[in-house]
């Protein structure tokens, strides 16, 4: 009757192990991604975009879905500048985070809200961000902001 009994306990020792190695992994992969969109709030509100962008997969399979569908890092670099043309335009970015979801080891799904303070008028709306981790580092893939 011990067998049996000494069997459960090990494996629910093994289990609890395993269940908090992936809990950690996943607070540590969320922690990466709010201290990458941190880092570019701090970069937008310098009117710095071009270091804002460091956040995104510099690949020519980037998507970014704002007023219109645009393929591409540069593309999106480029609607960025043109759309926001100084720091007047730009504002001061915050934003609110809803939910992190993984999706899988190597993605994660976020949903949060955003707002431009702007002495040429407040705007707002939400995101859905895609990001992969490519080489160890969190990449944005894909960016539907609205």
């Known amino acids: 009757m011990k067998r049996p009994f000494r069997l459960v306990s ?14 950690s992994a996943q607070s540590s992969n969320i922690s990466s991604i709010k201290s990458l969109l941190l880092r570019q709030r701090n970069d937008w509100n310098k009117g710095n975009v071009s270091e804002f962008m460091k ?5 020519d399979s980037l ?4 007023k219109s569908i645009s393929n591409g890092y540069q593309k999106t670099l480029e609607n960025y500048k043109k759309g926001y043309p100084d720091t007047a335009a730009m504002g001061h970015l915050d934003f609110e985070f809803v939910e ?9 799904f976020v949903i949060g809200k955003w707002h431009l303070k702007r ?3 407040d705007v707002g709306g939400a995101f859905t961000l895609l990001f992969k981790k490519i080489k160890g580092k969190w990449n944005i893939v894909v960016d539907h902001s609205s």
């Open 119 to 121: 002495s040429i008028g």
């Open 55 to 59: 956040g995104y997969w510099e690949s």
């Open 63 to 66: 998507l970014f879905i704002g």
């Open 10 to 23: 090990i494996f629910l020792i093994l289990f609890s192990f395993s269940l908090s190695v992936s809990l």
């Open 100 to 108: 992190f979801r993984k999706l899988s080891p190597e993605y994660y």
